[in-house]
């Protein structure tokens, strides 16, 4: 065959966009192609989480500051935590959670809670996610360093930092926070210890 014949050449790859990007190519003048009437479905997940607080002497709360990849230019802060897997109890995931996130131990008996509860959906990458947090929070005493070693890979790849918040640095911010009402929560939590 002849190197120009098209039955010698090699199949191409498809070329995989997220709805982002193609959000993006769709807002300027010159791409206005069969891509930009299609509308890409998330992928829905549903789960049960346990979201832990911990919190340090100074009644300061840890929160981790990222983003969605589909969406990079929209940081947010949020609370550590995520899926209950097989059978844990609520206390069981909230202490693997904080040491997989940030790297702090905690044992299961030192977690209190539930302090609070919500059912509340969100887009991330590709998936709607539908999920029932629970609210926990532990002592901890803010001294030891917190690691993202243990995070899983996309975590590592979508987490930018970490920042210790006071209640009123919460209510003052116009920084994105979930949930939107942590700075009454901590109060509620810090008050009941």
């Not at 791409?31 to 919190?55: D, E, W």
Request: hydrophobic share 35%.
């Amino acid at each position: 065959m002849a190197p120009d014949d098209p039955q010698s050449r090699q199949p191409r790859s498809p070329v995989l966009r997220t709805n982002a990007q193609i959000g993006a190519a769709c807002t300027t003048t010159q791409n206005s192609g069969p891509l930009c009437s299609i509308t890409v479905t998330k992928i829905p997940l549903r789960r049960f989480t346990a979201r832990v607080l911990p919190i340090d002497p100074e009644n300061r709360v840890l929160l981790l500051h990222g983003f969605d990849p589909a969406v990079p230019d929209r940081p947010f802060w949020f609370t550590i935590g995520g899926a209950l897997e097989g059978s844990e109890t609520l206390q069981e995931a909230a202490a693997r959670e904080l040491y997989e996130e940030v790297g702090i131990r905690a044992a299961v008996e030192e977690i209190s809670g539930p302090h609070w509860s919500r059912m509340t959906s969100f887009d991330f990458a590709q998936y709607t996610f539908t999920q029932d947090e629970t609210f926990l929070a532990v002592r901890v005493d803010g001294e030891g360093a917190v690691s993202f070693e243990h995070m899983e890979q996309v975590e590592k790849e979508t987490t930018l930092s970490y920042r210790w918040w006071s209640a009123e640095e919460l209510d003052a911010t116009e920084e994105t926070v979930h949930p939107e009402n942590l700075g009454e929560l901590l109060r509620k939590i810090v008050q009941e210890s």
